[in-house]
């Protein structure tokens, strides 16, 4: 069982820099996929970004590709996700979540979910 916890959120304007981070216990942690994924209110929950359990392989979804970028370190167990250049349209609550492989990884088939934490892009 992997417990996943996210931290980092916050309200910026737009244009600025976030780094998200999620710290995940309980299980062998190198040995998962990460992701990260956003739900804005009202709408359905989205892919953002991937990264496979070496950090060789990273995805992202086209809408942040060139602006967020995910990394690990397994040393410490934590995954994040540098977001520059914010939008108003990044606006959601953030997960990440871990699964054991490197498939689907832009769906949302993950084992273990975190809570979330909310980045909030003023105009």
């Known amino acids: 069982q992997v417990q996943l916890a996210e931290s980092g959120g916050g309200l910026v304007q737009t244009g600025d820099s976030l780094r998200l981070s999620c710290a995940a216990s309980g299980g062998p942690f190198s040995l998962h996929a990460m992701g990260w994924f956003r739900q804005a209110p009202g709408k359905e929950r989205e892919f953002v970004a991937a990264?496979?359990?070496?950090?060789?392989?990273?995805y992202y979804a086209d809408s942040v590709k060139g602006r967020f970028t995910i990394s690990r370190d397994n040393a410490k167990n934590m995954v994040y996700l540098q977001m520059n250049s914010l939008k108003p349209e990044d606006t959601a609550l953030y997960s990440c979540?871990?699964?054991?492989?490197?498939?689907?990884?832009?769906?949302?088939?993950?084992?273990?979910w975190g809570q979330g934490t909310q980045v909030t892009v003023s105009s």
């Open positions: 979540a871990a699964k054991r492989s490197w498939v689907k990884v832009t769906t949302d088939a993950y084992d273990y």
């Open positions: 990264i496979s359990w070496s950090g060789g392989s990273t």
